[in-house]
Nanobody
Framework: QVLLRESGGGLVQAGGSLRLSCVASGHTIHMYDMAWFRQAPGKEREFVARIDYTGDKVAYVDSVKGRFTISRDNAQNTLSLQMNGLKPEDTAVYYC????????????WGQGTQVTVSS
């Protein structure tokens, strides 16, 4: 069982930056692919970014490429998402997840952290 807890959300003006963190407990994350998802009000949850268990392979949804950077520290059991150039359309609850990308199976989820970007 992997317990995930996100932090770092908040209210920021358009063009600003936030850094989200996700701390894992209960089990080491080194064997898991990790990802960030987000869900805006009235919309379905969408994939934002992922990083494989080695940290060597990353992927992003097109709308955040060049603005967001995902990273992980397996020694600290943490996942991060650096978000720069934030836009109002980035407003959502952001969730971190752990699982296996090749099985399309993210079994472990955090409770989420709210990111609000004002125009």
């Amino acid at each position: 069982q992997v317990l995930l807890r996100e932090s770092g959300g908040g209210l920021v003006q358009a063009g600003g930056s936030l850094r989200l963190s996700c701390v894992a407990s209960g089990h080491t994350i080194h064997m898991y692919d990790m990802a960030w998802f987000r869900q805006a009000p009235g919309k379905e949850r969408e994939f934002v970014a992922r990083i494989d268990y080695t940290g060597d392979k990353v992927a992003y949804v097109d709308s955040v490429k060049g603005r967001f950077t995902i990273s992980r520290d397996n020694a600290q059991n943490t996942l991060s998402l650096q978000m720069n150039g934030l836009k109002p359309e980035d407003t959502a609850v952001y969730y971190c997840a752990a699982g296996f990308e090749d099985r399309n199976d993210y079994s472990f989820w955090g409770q989420g952290t709210q990111v609000t970007v004002s125009s």
